[in-house]
């Protein structure tokens, strides 16, 4: 039993390793098509573990069985997001900034090409060993980098444009039959703090909110997680910051969370925090939590985040920032393929640190309609109003306090 966990161990690691290697030998054009080969061979997986991609969907046959990891349990998967925007003001730049992910007006853009390699733990009686790998190819890289020399740097900057790489997660899970199951995730991986994700179908908008982008999206170290109950839970760790790999490793942060979930009422009440130093040889102490409050109530779903985050000297010596939102969403599942939702936020950045327009406050409204035809297509259409209240216009190059939106994506899920 032994010499198989170890064995698995070594395959997990040396797969993100090797391929970590591989992509800096990559340029631009080379990775168009291997995108797309990468993209014609994967599948996805149902939570059930049938495969219910669009290739699955049209050939009948799952690529795990025959491309080579399967007799270690490890499953391929991947999606692309794509998709357009317009804007009404026309902006002369096409920036929608400082709306992310989706910043770009009037240009048809693929937003994520991601592509994994994953072992999933069994959390059972036994101790069992998994771990993941993503790589992601898109506009959306340009946010879900992370600094220390980890993805920063395997595209030529002359080839860049808006097009980019991230390794957004690479780490061993391991799960110990401790209590009610110990599992700790080490190395790279997504964070705990926030609603919405970086992964772009767990998403009901194509767009992201301020406080979203505002937000830790990576962390790199060892997160435990640990089931008190059937209804708390916990999250522990240690690690390197927000969204960075490798800079400055004497500048250690804390993560945790904690979950209370009632499945009789449909209710979920979370808090999850981020606290550390940002830079090792200078006061730089960074604080982020994220509150949030879910509930069902039939076909309904209202959603209810509060995000707020400070940091030391973040502008200069001596001069703190701070930034604080509340988001509410609410969708309405009308059928299995089809759903409306509507998202309000605020978003006050009291020192100009996140967005830049000196001390501001910014507003958004969007409403979309959700559309799945089938298991593995979503396709998202969505109008959004955003207005502000600043020292300096934020909208279409610093002319204009208010935009409208009209966007449209599509997720494929391989």
């Known amino acids: ?31 168009i098509g291997l995108c797309g080969f990468m993209a014609l061979n994967f599948t996805a997986n149902a939570d059930d ?34 998709g357009i925007n317009y804007n009404t003001a026309n902006p002369t730049d096409r920036s929608n900034g400082p709306v992310s992910m989706t910043d770009r007006a009037g240009e048809f853009h693929l937003y994520q090409m991601n592509l994994f390699i994953e072992k999933a733990v069994v959390k059972d009686t036994s ?5 993941r790998f993503d790589f992601m190819f898109g506009t959306d890289t340009r946010y879900t980098q992370a600094t220390g020399h980890w993805d920063t740097e395997l595209i030529s900057q002359r080839d860049l444009r808006f097009y980019d790489i991230a390794l957004p997660q690479a780490y061993v899970e391991v799960f110990a039959p401790i209590g009610n199951g110990l599992s700790g995730k080490f190395g790279h991986f997504y964070g705990i703090i926030g609603y919405e994700s970086v992964p772009s179908p767990l998403n009901f908008f194509s767009s992201h909110s301020y406080s979203f982008k505002s937000s830790p999206f990576t962390a790199t170290g ?30 250690m942060s804390h993560t945790s969370g904690l979950t209370w979930t009632n499945a009789k009422t449909g209710t979920t009440v979370s808090f999850s925090v981020l606290h550390g130093d940002v830079y090792k040889n200078q006061s730089s102490d960074l604080v982020y939590y994220s509150a949030i409050i879910q509930q069902n109530l039939g076909k309904w779903h209202y959603v209810l985040q509060h995000d707020r985050g400070t940091q030391q000297n973040a502008i200069a010596q001596g001069q703190n920032a701070e930034w604080y939102s509340v988001v509410q969403y609410l969708t309405y599942q009308v059928a299995d393929t ?13 020192n100009g640190f996140r967005y830049l ?43 204009r306090s208010d935009q409208v939106l009209l966007g449209v994506d599509a997720v494929v899920q391989f």
């Not at 101790?127 to 771990?131: C, L």
């Not at 593995?376 to 259409?381: A, I, S």
């Open 49 to 82: 573990g049938t495969p219910t991609g669009l290739i699955q969907s049209l050939s009948g046959k799952d690529t795990s069985s025959w491309a080579g990891p399967q007799p270690y349990g490890v499953n391929l998967g991947g999606w692309a997001a794509t």
């Open 338 to 350: 089809w759903g409306l939702g509507v998202r309000g936020e605020w978003f006050r950045d009291h």
């Open 127 to 131: 101790w069992d060993v998994g771990g």
């Open 222 to 251: 060892a997160l435990f997680s640990y089931a008190l109950d059937d209804q708390w839970s916990l999250n522990l760790g240690a690690v390197t910051g927000a969204d960075n790999f490798a800079r400055d490793l004497g500048a």
């Open 357 to 399: 327009a000196g001390s501001a406050n910014y507003y958004a409204m969007t409403a979309g309609v959700n559309w799945k035809p089938n298991s593995w297509l979503m396709v998202r259409p969505e109008l959004r109003y955003d207005w502000s209240e600043a020292q300096t216009a934020p909208f279409d190059g610093g002319q």
């Open 1 to 31: 039993m032994y010499t198989n966990t170890i064995e698995n161990i070594v395959y997990l690691i040396k797969i993100p390793l090797n391929i970590h290697a591989f992509l800096r030998c990559l340029n631009f054009p080379s990775l």
